[in-house]
């Protein structure tokens, strides 16, 4: 049974850091690429951040390129999404994803989600 568990999220202020965490089990887990995607509410899941689990290649969104990082420990099974800079517009539920085969941006493309956790940046 695949389980994905997000923790990490909260309350912060603009310009503070959050690092969110992806525990997985019950799947391999360095042989799938993996991704965070986030939703608001009233919007549509849109793409964060991938991790290619051919070549650990890492691909991000527009709107955090330079202020997010994805990365992954293999040891422990968990993938993270280190937030710096935040700014009110990251509002939103994270989830961590398993992609059904190579990373892609559409949420349609992965087979395994994560429950979500929150995260609230206030201005």
């Known amino acids: 049974q695949v389980q994905l568990v997000e923790s990490g999220g909260g309350l912060v202020q603009a310009g503070d850091s959050l690092r969110l965490s992806c525990a997985a089990s019950?799947?391999?887990?360095?042989?799938?690429?993996m991704g965070w995607f986030r939703q608001a509410p009233g919007k549509e899941r849109e793409f964060v951040a991938a991790i290619s689990w051919s070549d650990v290649s890492t691909y991000y969104s527009d709107s955090v390129k330079g202020r997010f990082t994805i990365s992954r420990d293999t040891i422990k099974k968990t993938m993270y999404l280190q937030m710096n800079s935040l700014k009110p517009e990251d509002t939103a539920t994270y989830y961590c994803a398993i992609a059904r085969d190579a990373w892609d941006w559409r949420p349609t493309e992965y087979a395994y989600w994560g429950q979500g956790t929150r995260v609230t940046v206030s201005s």
């Open positions: 019950g799947h391999p887990f360095d042989t799938y690429s």
